[in-house]
């Protein structure tokens, strides 16, 4: 079955950068569209990021564009997530899915931005 675990998280300073990484198994990575997903405390689960099974093309949502970046390693089967310039408002437990909405995600990574 489809398992994915993140990793990478972890307390960091405003302006600090992060890189979470997501390995996969269980289903055809290679072929799936990816996503990066967030919940912030006492918030709804909200998309950040899609990537292509190529990883020719990415979106991202506005409040983290030019400061995230989306990618790909098929060969070994992990996504990741490169967060520059971050900000207290990036705060979140950060899951990785197989859909915009978050389905498949695993326990999630969690990224606290604070001083």
């Known amino acids: 079955q489809v398992q994915l675990v993140e990793s990478g998280g972890g307390l960091v300073q405003p302006g600090g950068s992060l890189r979470l990484s997501c390995a996969a198994s269980?289903?055809?990575?290679?072929?799936?569209?990816m996503y990066w997903v967030r919940q912030a405390p006492g918030k709804g689960l909200e998309w950040v990021s899609t990537?292509?099974?190529?990883?020719?093309?990415?979106w991202y949502t506005d409040s983290v564009k030019g400061r995230f970046t989306i990618s790909r390693d098929n060969a070994k089967k992990t996504l990741y997530l490169q967060m520059n310039s971050l900000k207290p408002e990036d705060t979140a437990l950060y899951y990785c899915a197989t859909t915009k909405v978050g389905d498949d995600r695993g326990q999630g990574t969690q990224v606290t931005v604070s001083s």
């Open positions: 269980g289903f055809a990575f290679s072929t799936s569209w």
């Open positions: 990537i292509t099974p190529a990883g020719d093309i990415t």
